[in-house]
Every structure is written in C-alpha cells, then in structure tokens.
Antibody, heavy 114, light 112 residues
C-alpha cells in the first residue's frame, strides 16, 4: 500500500524558513517523479514544484522560484521542500504527491504569520 | 501558463442521476507522443485529492466505472453515472502537458 506522510509544518513568521518532509513507502520511490501541491484555506489546488525520479530535474511555479527548493533522498525514500523567505500568501496545506499525482499524502499545514 | 476553466453543476444532484463536469484548457493538451495530458481528481470534504482519471479517459486504479472521462484538444468532460452520497465533494481538472502544471478552480458536487 502506497503511503505518503508529510511532516514539518506549523506556524512561522514572515521572512523565515521552514522545511517540509514527505516519507514514502509501499512503492519503489527511486522510480517515480514526485511533486508538492498546496491548498490555501477554502481555496483550490495549486501545483508548487516537481522533481524527476533521480533528482536531476526540478520545476517550480513562478511565485516560489528562488525561494523554495524541492529535493529528494532516494536512499531514505524521502521528499523535501525547503521554503525560505516565507510570505503570508504561502499559508496553505502542503501535499506531497507521487508520480503523475497518482497518490497524495494527508497534507501538512503551514501558517505564515507574525 | 495554461488556464483551466471548469463549469458548474446544478446542485444538488439527485442520488441515482448522472452529472457531467466540463473543463476547458487555454491550449491543446495533446503532447508530441499523441497522449492528452488531462487529469481529474475528487477531493471529498476533509480529505486529500484522489486521482480519478488520467490521459483524459483512463481510470486510475480502483476507481469505479461510474466515472468516465472524455474529450480532446481543449475540451473535456467527466461524467459521473448514478451518483451516490460518497461522490460528494469538489472535482478538479488538471493539465500535466507542460510546466507549470495548472488546476481548474474546482466544481462542487452536492447530492440530494
């Protein structure tokens, strides 16, 4: 059974940093691209970033480019999202997703507020 | 960026009836491999999104045959046959033809 478990969220002040993690199990992690998708309170889904199966290629939405970094550790079956220079508009539930969004984690809430 | 525009439903939909959700893209979602990269998701209240169909019409593993995707180019439809209470939630279309991947704004389905 595929499982994706996010962690690392919480309350953070504007301008500060936070790192999210996603622990994967139930599939061959190193064979699949992975992604982060976010959802602001009461809003729709918004793709944030993707990474290829080997970490060699990364893609970001414009609003996070230069501030967020997606990475992975295939030996640990883990996906990460380093978020720097956080803004209030980054407040969302962040989901990690496997492959072409076949499976999603339960999400982790990130609140950016002073 | 490719803009995804979803239609609304005449809520609430009576249980047992059919419901169709439309989705338009601002650019063709056909890739050079001939596949059309359009996904549909259902997000039930308080839950994570669930993939329903990919490549426009291929059902994801474990998804009921009551869900059927169709369309081509820039116009797509998700049909839900014999709707049940468990189908309630927000449906999203998503293009994965090119980065940045983009979602529609969502279509809410309420069951009567």
């Amino acid at each position: 059974e595929v499982q994706l478990v996010e962690s690392g969220g919480g309350l953070v002040q504007p301008g500060r940093s936070m790192k999210l993690s996603c622990a994967a199990s139930g599939f061959t992690f190193s064979s699949f691209a992975m992604a982060w998708v976010r959802q602001a309170p009461t809003k729709g889904l918004e793709w944030v970033a993707s990474i290829s199966y080997d970490g060699g290629n990364t893609y970001y939405r414009d609003s996070v480019k230069g501030r967020f970094t997606i990475s992975r550790d295939n030996a640990k079956s883990s996906l990460y999202l380093q978020m720097d220079s956080l803004r209030s508009e980054d407040t969302s539930t962040y989901y990690c997703a496997m492959g072409w969004f076949d499976y999603w984690g339960q999400g982790v809430m990130v609140t950016v507020s002073s | 960026d490719i803009v995804m525009t979803q239609g609304a439903l005449p809520n609430p939909v009576p249980s047992g009836e059919s419901a169709s959700i439309t989705c338009r893209s601002s650019k063709s979602l056909v890739y050079k491999d001939g596949k059309t990269y359009l996904n549909w998701f259902l997000q039930r209240p308080g839950q994570s999104p669930q993939l329903l169909t990919y490549w426009t019409s291929t059902r994801a593993s474990g998804v009921s045959e009551r869900f059927s995707g169709s369309g081509s180019g820039t116009y797509f439809t998700l049909k839900i046959s014999r709707v049940r209470a468990e189908d309630a939630g927000v449906y999203y279309c998503q293009q994965v033809r090119e980065y940045p991947f983009t979602f529609g704004s969502g279509t809410k389905l309420e069951i009567k």
